[in-house]
Structures are given as structure tokens and as C-alpha cells.
């Protein structure tokens, strides 16, 4: 019988005679998903901020910089692509998939709520045309160039070397 102290209640149960490995896998593969969507998705969301914070300090005077809007594009697409292909070699292609479906979703969302931040006010309106014209633009962005580096880092990893 394993020590009370010993066992953690998030994995393992108090009584492990119930619960088998594959129900144990299946938990901590659960909480190492949600930590995988999670920190992925913070690290877009503090790109975001950081490189919006910094052109607002140097913009007096409040226009379009559509030169940071295509920064900002480009390193979401390059980081998407790097991380995208370094989960491949190490995940199997469905998880690949489900993990950057749900950041590009979360990321698309939560930007496009920024745009709607206390200066401006909150329109409902605006909100929901830019979720329908923003967000798919943002969620691809991040989604399919991870995917695809995704698949075929997976798709590499099984060809054996000849």
C-alpha cells in the first residue's frame, strides 16, 4: 500500500488498487494538454501586448502602422511555424493538431477583445463583426502554419533513415 503523503490526488487516486496505468497516463496526458494550450497561448498573447506596447509609446499620433501589423503577423506565423514543428517531433500528429486548434481559437478571441479595451469603449457590434473578420485571420495565422510543420516533422520522424 503506497504512504497517503506519497500520492497525488490529481494523478492517483488515495486507493491506486482502482485506478490502472492507462487511467493514470490518461489524467496526467490531460493536465499536460491543458498546461500545453495554456502557455502556448500566453506566450502569443504577451507577444501581442508587447509589441502593441511598444508602438503605442512611439506613436503620437494614433494612426494605422500597418508596418506593426505585419511584424506582428510575421512572428506569429514564425513562431507558430518553430514551435508547430518542434511539437511534431516530439507529439503524435493528432495532439499536434488539437493543441494548436485550441490556442489559435483562444489567441483569436482574446486579441480580438483587445481591440475593444477601455480607451474605446465596448461595442458589441464591432465586437462580433471583428470575431467574424478577425479572429479566423489570427486563429490561421497560428494554426495552420503550426499544423503543417507539425505534420511534417511527424511525418519525418516515422520515415526510417535508408
Not at 506565423?77 to 518542434?86: D, E, K, M
Not at 481559437?105 to 458589441?124: E, S
Amino acid at each position: 500500500m503506497w504512504p497517503a503523503f506519497a500520492v497525488n490526488r490529481h494523478l492517483v487516486p488515495a486507493d491506486p488498487v482502482r485506478m490502472d496505468v492507462a487511467q493514470i497516463a490518461k489524467r496526467l496526458g490531460r493536465i499536460i494538454s491543458t498546461m500545453s494550450v495554456a502557455i502556448r497561448a500566453a506566450l502569443f498573447i504577451a507577444l501581442y501586448l508587447a509589441i502593441t506596447g511598444l508602438a503605442a509609446i512611439g506613436d503620437s499620433e494614433g494612426g494605422a502602422n500597418i508596418g506593426l501589423g505585419l511584424l506582428v503577423f510575421a512572428l506569429n506565423f514564425l513562431v507558430a511555424l518553430a514551435w508547430g514543428a518542434r511539437d511534431g517531433s516530439v507529439m503524435p500528429l493528432w495532439r499536434v493538431v488539437v493543441v494548436w486548434i485550441a490556442v489559435a481559437l483562444i489567441v483569436g478571441v482574446l486579441t480580438t477583445a483587445m481591440f475593444q479595451m477601455p480607451p474605446l469603449g465596448f461595442d458589441a457590434s464591432v465586437f462580433a463583426s471583428d470575431l467574424r473578420e478577425v479572429m479566423p485571420v489570427t486563429a490561421g495565422l497560428i494554426a495552420l502554419p503550426a499544423i503543417g510543420a507539425g505534420a511534417i516533422t511527424a511525418f519525418a520522424r516515422r520515415v526510417p533513415a535508408s
